[in-house]
């Protein structure tokens, strides 16, 4: 299982960002994908997860300014972040779980920062 994290980068607070994640190595469209966070000195946290029916679910922080999505065809999911705030500075990681086993992508940076 490989995952393919792009699409960080550094904006101003109030912009946008849309970061994806390739999968392979899966049957992508059985697979829940989640997109987690670490920021410094912070413990990993989930953004956002959806289902293999799309069915989705966000942090608190995150909701109504986060989407993410999935297509399919492409083994790609992807994080739409708009509105975004010092505080949604981190790290993020696309992840998906297999026969109970944790798989990671390397990981992309995010700066919200003027």
């Known amino acids: 299982v490989q995952l393919q994290a792009s699409g960080g980068g550094l904006v101003q607070p109030g912009g946008s960002l849309r970061l994806s994640c390739a999968a392979s190595g899966i049957i992508f469209g059985l697979n829940v994908m989640g997109w987690y966070r670490q920021a410094p000195g912070k413990q990993r946290e989930l953004v956002a997860a959806?289902?293999?029916?799309?069915?989705?679910n966000y942090a608190d922080s995150v909701k109504g300014r986060f989407t993410i999505s999935r297509d399919n065809a492409k083994n790609t999911v992807y994080l739409q972040m708009n509105g975004l705030k010092p505080e949604d500075t981190a790290i993020y990681y696309c992840?998906?779980?297999?026969?109970?086993?944790?798989?990671w992508g390397k990981g992309t940076q995010v700066t919200v920062s003027s």
């Open positions: 959806i289902t293999r029916r799309r069915s989705t």
């Open positions: 992840n998906t779980e297999v026969a109970g086993v944790d798989y």
